[in-house]
């Protein structure tokens, strides 16, 4: 219960959503128990008027007393409608008042996790599985709706109904109270233990149906491998197993469900039976008029909702609560990359320095980066060359603070990056990453990705200079054209110049490329690069790649393994050492290896 308290901010932010909602429970309540007491008032005035009406010899007198009685019984009528009409409506404004007040609490709870999600740092997403962050800002949000929504209307409204309901019944006869509330508690309890068994069976279900879900996504993702593998026999029956286990817990979920509706219906009527068994006893001994044992039976069944709900608000607190216990686990992580509190907004010039750089991922302990230094001055293009697996994107990372290294310094322009403002050293270097990640927008949209308030023509300067315009320009809506499931489907090549062009966009003084024209041809390569010559004048650029390209001047090109600089020098220097790069570049001028360029 006590991970609720976290609600506690919004109630107060709602608070006159959630006073108006309770005022409104307790009027609506008010109103309803006029029924049962006008119910009392017309029996007491029938059975007190019809030995009167018998005694009557006359017909006349007859025919008018009756016509009497009539205008009586349809002034109750009304009353008892109007009532119900009042209450009716007050029941209506207070869905209105605590359901929305609720909503409003799903959606700040949502955007508050959400905004979390996106301080944390690379490690936290490394850490937890998507399905995971998903399912807390979805179901356990919802599960929180529940209680600070229908379960505090349904505890308000059982609270009020009691209240008032046993005070009436009290004044009628204690005793009979006693005996017609006693079945209650217990249908509570029924209440709450087959709440927690539908729910256990429920919680079943639905991992089925996404295990179900996310088998079908994957085979209709990996068509084509199913396909080309002739297994679409075996992935049929992994489906038909899948779907059978979903098949089996629902129909054991529709048995417990029909067991649940009589018991109920069973238990209400045994109430009903003891009250008037009970309270017809209490009427023969004088002690309750026959209106008393009307109104004892109007509110027993009025007590059997509010009754039934405490056990099933009591699973709902209970399921919120573990929910939000999840909920607090994330919001309570704080990200380790953040802004120190001296964080300094700077204009780059493009400076970059690693001293003594050691860096371990923090959930595998593997340490790619290790005792690292490296120099590089504003301006100069530095190409990044070695195995895969040597530590080259892991650099890359760091330089973008995604980590901070555990020993050493990463500075740009002879600052300590940690001492920077994040934005402004993200904001400040493209990065261009080895996996492209393009979202179902426009194409346009997606290069103003980098730029949000790029105009067109910058959009389709970028485009330009990372050599991908003339393709955007043969689809039938140029740059408009819709990306993503429904869009058109790009090449391996087109994603990643789309992906350049987002970063030149920025016009940043720091730019980093990590392996990202793996997927274009020579020729169109050789395009991008003699455009990138240009672009990249008097900016840094740091170029990761398992090609040479020995087209591009470099100043310095440093050959990594396992996390260390093996060899650095120029094109001619590395040559002249005999080492990886000659042995790469020997068997790129061989032809024998793929990736060399020219
Ligand atoms: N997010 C990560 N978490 C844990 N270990 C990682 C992570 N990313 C990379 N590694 C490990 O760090 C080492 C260096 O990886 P890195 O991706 O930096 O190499 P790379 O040179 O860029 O390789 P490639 O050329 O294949 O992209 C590898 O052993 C890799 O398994």
New binding site residues.
Partial sequence: MKHLAALNKYFLTNKWLLILGLLFTAISIVFSVFQPIMVRQIFDLLAHNIDEYRLLDNTALKVAFRADFTHVLAFYGVSILIFALLSGFFLFLQRQTLIVMSRHIEYDLKNEIYQHYQKLDLNFF?MHRTGDLMSRITEDVSRVRMYVGPAIMYASRTLFLIVIIVYLMLQVNPLLTLYTLSPLPFLALTIYYVNRIIHRKSERIQAQLSNITSIAQESYSGIRVIKSYIQEDASARHFEEASEAYKDSSISLAKTDALFQPTMALMIGLSVILTIFIGGIQVIRGNITVGNLAEFVIYVNMLMFPFFSIGMVASMIQRAAASQQRINEFLQIAPAIKDEPDAKSVKLKGGVRLENVTFT?P??G?T?ISNFNLHIKPGQKVAVI?R???????LAQLLIRMYDPQEGKVMVDDQDIRHLRLADLRGQISYVP?DVFLFSDSIANNIRFGDPSASIETVQTAARQASVEKDILGFNDGFDTAIGERGVTLSGGQKQRISIARALIKDPNILIFD?CLSAVDARTEKEIIGNLYAYLKNKTAII?T?RIFALFEFDSIIV?DEGKIVEQGTHNDLLSLNGYYAELYARQQSGDDESVSE
């Fill in positions: 490394k991922y959930h595998t593997i790619a070695g895969t697996g040597s530590g080259k994107s892991t080895q392996d990761i398992h990594l």
